[in-house]
């Protein structure tokens, strides 16, 4: 149970973004807001130690995950309510996403103390930009399911979406992860981004069949960021060729075919409704 506030002003909860590869990404802000809060929460305090030392941050840090999350939240808020401020950092990129922040973000909103979001990098925005596919209507997925039936599942829905979907997946998994993808949808576009911001980075563009037969042939390394582009918007049927019709028509004519007939034949030959083609023929 949260403790009854103490102090009329409570503390404020930060979300900072850290650099996806390149420190040189950190913001000035995000590393004045870290050096100046009471507590900084991190995904994992070994790496945030290399980011801390880096900036040369004080700040002192304890570790907050997805498998401590619940139980941490309480004495978490109840310092808050104190009147101390905290920020909560991931490994790389923005809290949150595919990763812990929001449970405790929903609980200070319910609690009153104020959330502030500094803006900074995101691998999955950084990929879509990248990838050149329309962002307007776009899906984020992140992770998906590992189990296999699951992930199929997953995958046979993800199929029927629109627009561009971004999903993130692990290096050991990716390959495995692309051949599914291939097998629903082959030639779906897909642009996959690996090390982003860093010195090897990678990108990986084409069909989902023809990405999937070269990364079978490589040995995935880093974190991946993967952007199945937008499905085709359906064409526009075209009317029927009346001209052609009268042409076609006036031949059957010549072989004694009836309207009907005529109009099953190019129904056929076309791949055109038979109802239409009839009702025009009948007028001509």
Do not use: W
């Not at 102090?7 to 802000?29: A, E, K, V, W």
């Not at 990929?127 to 699951?150: D, M, N, Q």
């Not at 051949?179 to 069909?207: Q, W």
């Amino acid at each position: 149970m949260f403790k009854e506030r103490n102090n009329s002003n409570p503390g404020t909860l930060y979300l900072i973004p850290t650099p996806i590869g390149n420190l040189g990404d950190m913001t000035l802000r995000a590393i004045e807001t870290m050096r100046s809060v009471d507590l900084l929460l991190t995904e994992d305090t070994r790496n945030t130690q290399k980011l801390l030392n880096h900036f040369d941050i004080k700040t002192p840090s304890r570790s907050y995950h997805k498998f401590s999350e619940r139980k941490d939240i309480e004495p978490i808020l109840n310092m808050l309510l104190d009147g101390k401020s905290i920020a909560l950092i991931s490994d790389a990129g923005m809290p949150g996403i595919s990763d812990p922040g929001m449970m405790l973000v929903t609980c200070c909103h319910d609690e009153g103390i104020p959330v502030r979001v500094l803006p900074g990098p995101s691998a999955g925005i950084t990929a879509l930009v990248s990838s050149g596919f329309k962002i307007e209507g776009h899906l984020f997925v992140g992770f998906l399911p590992r189990k296999a039936k699951e992930l199929d599942e997953k995958i046979r829905e993800l199929a029927g979406f629109g627009g561009a979907i971004i999903i993130y997946e692990a290096p050991h998994r990716v390959r495995e992860l692309v051949s599914k993808l291939a097998e629903v949808m082959p030639d779906r576009k897909i642009h996959i981004a690996r090390e982003m911001s860093k010195l090897f980075e990678e990108h990986i563009r084409g069909k989902i069949s023809e990405v999937s037969e070269k990364i079978s042939k490589i040995e995935p390394r880093g974190e991946y960021a993967i952007i199945l582009g937008q499905l085709p918007a359906p064409q526009k049927r075209q009317e029927l060729d009346k001209i052609k019709l009268r042409d076609f028509r006036r031949k059957c004519i010549e072989f004694g075919l009836s309207v009907k007939d005529s109009a099953a034949l190019y129904s056929i030959a076309t791949g055109e409704k038979r109802s239409e083609i009839y009702k025009i023929m009948s007028r001509e």
